[in-house]
């Protein structure tokens, strides 16, 4: 991630405290952010981003991540938010009532919004990541 923030030195600081500030939230658990965060690189095949690691997962939930639809070593919680990640990196729009509804039964709606923000920035990495062919 830094090597993406470094390229932008007069944002960097301010960009960085705003990144990290996500791992931090109360309202969404720091591994739930870094499953989401590794599914949007998964689905946008960024290798880059595949590879970087914010949080250290169990090799299990690391390998199994294409298939934790059908995966027992997922959490609910997971789940819910690993399936509005898939929809939201689709299409944002698409997102259902209930796939919302899922999330905020889970985490409220301060997860929910926590959530669709973290996913923005993890999508705009990724697709920067891409861009720079890194």
């Keep these: 991630q830094q090597d993406i923030i470094d390229r932008a030195p007069t944002l960097a600081p301010a960009f960085q405290d705003f990144y ?3 791992w931090q939230l109360s309202s969404i658990p720091p591994m739930v952010l870094e499953l989401c965060r590794l599914r949007v ?3 946008h095949q960024s290798d880059y981003q595949w590879q970087h690691q914010q949080l250290e997962l169990s090799a299990e939930k690391r390998q199994s991540l294409s298939q934790w639809n059908t995966s027992s070593v997922y959490s609910q919680v997971e789940k819910n938010c690993l399936a509005f990640t898939e929809v939201y990196c689709m299409d944002p729009q698409a997102i259902t009532d209930a796939q919302a509804e899922a999330v905020k039964s889970e985490l409220g709606d301060a ?5 669709i ?3 923005g920035v993890f999508y705009g990495m990724t697709r920067v990541s891409q861009l720079w062919e890194l």
């Design 20 to 22: 990290d500030s996500f």
């Design 41 to 43: 690189a998964q689905l």
């Design 111 to 115: 997860g929910l919004v926590a959530l």
């Design 117 to 119: 923000e973290a996913l």
